[in-house]
């Protein structure tokens, strides 16, 4: 294989449409732990039930990055191999990917790996492997496809809508004071992924179609202009419908995919949160 596209599963695509010719794609899993049961982060694991489990379970739940040896895997099977990894300010599966790239380069030092720290998660790493997607089908090189690259994923970004931050406070994701404004009742929280890849509150909600707006005015004051727009969601289709229908009207987003999300962001996003990753 002369390409790979690699993704962790903070990112919720499980197959890219319209692979590059000579091009293979992989999800690399994240494992979530809840008591003493463990599920990775797969295809096939039911995310509803998930959710499920986490809202019964009254213990200490968490989370796990794949090993280097996920990323070697995936790196020794192609000439040219990219990572998209979940932010390396909350995650360890960057420093995993890093390390996999040493021990492969060590091996095979012919072999090209860009690692990209996403500073982010789901929807903005799904925008990021179609951008890869597109830079080999149109034949660049590895160092051109780096450097174009790199100009890309300056203009994406990412909002969240989440009603709860409980896994993301008890993971020690967020500080405690963030989690004490989500913990009031019927608040939603409308944030961004920041630039040093953590997460930023705009603003504090009440109600849902509030929460719409929020996003919608983040998005606008971003200087966007008909980028794509794709959204995740953790067990909440209709609301994933009903925003993209406001983007669509509000912004003329001209393309917007809607997806289920990973368990991984089901399981930080909580039920019914929602990721908007979107192009500038
Ligand atoms: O290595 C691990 O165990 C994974 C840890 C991941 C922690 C953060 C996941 C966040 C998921 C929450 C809303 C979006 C936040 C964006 C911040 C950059 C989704």
């Given at each position: 294989m002369k390409w790979k596209i690699a993704v962790d599963?903070?990112?919720?695509?499980?197959k890219l449409n319209g692979?590059?010719?000579?091009t293979g794609f992989t999800n690399v899993p994240l494992k979530i732990i809840i008591g003493d049961e463990d599920f990775t982060?797969?295809?096939?694991?039911?995310t509803a039930m998930l959710l499920q489990k986490i809202s019964e379970y009254k213990g200490a739940s968490s989370t796990a990055c794949p090993s280097p040896d996920a990323w070697y895997n995936e790196f020794v099977e192609a000439d040219f191999s990219v990572a998209i990894t979940i932010t390396g300010s909350l995650s360890g599966s960057y420093n995993s990917a890093m390390v996999a790239k040493d021990m492969v380069l060590e091996e095979y030092p012919d072999k090209k790996i860009l690692i990209v720290n996403s500073l982010s998660t789901g929807p903005e790493m799904t925008l990021c492997a179609y951008k890869i997607n597109e830079l080999i089908n149109e034949g660049n090189n590895f160092d051109d496809l780096c450097e174009k690259f790199a100009e890309y994923n300056k203009n994406s970004h990412l909002l969240f809508l989440l009603k709860s931050f409980d896994n993301l406070a008890k993971t020690g994701r967020v500080s405690k004071a963030v989690a004490k404004i989500a913990g009031v009742m019927h608040i939603q929280i409308v944030g961004k992924a920041s630039d040093e890849g953590t997460l930023e509150i705009l603003q504090k909600c009440r109600g849902t179609a509030k929460s719409y707006d929020a996003i919608i005015e983040g998005i606008k004051n971003s200087n966007y202009k008909n980028g794509k727009i794709a959204i995740c969601h953790a067990q909440n289709e209709n609301g994933a419908k009903i925003l993209k229908q406001k983007l669509m009207d509000e912004?003329?987003?001209?393309l917007v995919s809607i997806l289920p999300a990973s368990g991984l962001c089901c399981f930080y996003a909580e039920e019914g949160g929602l990721l908007v990753g979107y192009e500038a």
């Amino acid at each position: 294989m002369k390409w790979k596209i690699a993704v962790d599963s903070g990112c919720e695509l499980r197959k890219l449409n319209g692979l590059a010719l000579d091009t293979g794609f992989t999800n690399v899993p994240l494992k979530i732990i809840i008591g003493d049961e463990d599920f990775t982060d797969t295809e096939d694991l039911n995310t509803a039930m998930l959710l499920q489990k986490i809202s019964e379970y009254k213990g200490a739940s968490s989370t796990a990055c794949p090993s280097p040896d996920a990323w070697y895997n995936e790196f020794v099977e192609a000439d040219f191999s990219v990572a998209i990894t979940i932010t390396g300010s909350l995650s360890g599966s960057y420093n995993s990917a890093m390390v996999a790239k040493d021990m492969v380069l060590e091996e095979y030092p012919d072999k090209k790996i860009l690692i990209v720290n996403s500073l982010s998660t789901g929807p903005e790493m799904t925008l990021c492997a179609y951008k890869i997607n597109e830079l080999i089908n149109e034949g660049n090189n590895f160092d051109d496809l780096c450097e174009k690259f790199a100009e890309y994923n300056k203009n994406s970004h990412l909002l969240f809508l989440l009603k709860s931050f409980d896994n993301l406070a008890k993971t020690g994701r967020v500080s405690k004071a963030v989690a004490k404004i989500a913990g009031v009742m019927h608040i939603q929280i409308v944030g961004k992924a920041s630039d040093e890849g953590t997460l930023e509150i705009l603003q504090k909600c009440r109600g849902t179609a509030k929460s719409y707006d929020a996003i919608i005015e983040g998005i606008k004051n971003s200087n966007y202009k008909n980028g794509k727009i794709a959204i995740c969601h953790a067990q909440n289709e209709n609301g994933a419908k009903i925003l993209k229908q406001k983007l669509m009207d509000e912004l003329g987003a001209k393309l917007v995919s809607i997806l289920p999300a990973s368990g991984l962001c089901c399981f930080y996003a909580e039920e019914g949160g929602l990721l908007v990753g979107y192009e500038a």
